[in-house]
């Protein structure tokens, strides 16, 4: 995991955030327990121009979700976590927000959980480690550009 969490963090220096106006950012809720990823993830799309909140269980993700200002557009969702499992997340947030983009992360991907996760409604599925250019890879084939 921490040789995730330095390819993630190796963001390239000389590039600067576009800027956008709050209206045309995309908004990209992190739900993960492991603060590094958290963390490593966020710098990445932060230095994206996206606007990034970080939930570390499922229930404090889905609350973000509920409750939040801001339309969430996607959110990048960790399988594996205490309490809610990623799966059980999925399924309430699109029964809050059919149209929020979700890309579950993990470190164990099969033909049969792509096929699952797919089945209940997740735009794509994101397999641990991933570089900082396969994490926007799958944002943007999820459609959050």
Known sequence: MHRLCEILLC???CKSAAFFSPDEMITVLIIDDDEHMRK???RVLSAQGWSVLCAETGDEGLTLL????RKIDVILLDNLMPGLS???V???AKTLDPAVRIIMITGCVTEEYSAEITSMGASGCLP???TPAQ???ALDQSGAD
């Open 90 to 92: 999925l399924v309430q």
């Open 66 to 69: 509920k409750n939040c200002e």
């Open 86 to 88: 990623g799966t059980d």
């Open 11 to 13: 963001v390239d220096s």
């Open 135 to 137: 994490l926007r890879h």
């Open 128 to 130: 641990k480690p991933f």
């Open 40 to 42: 490593a993830c966020s």
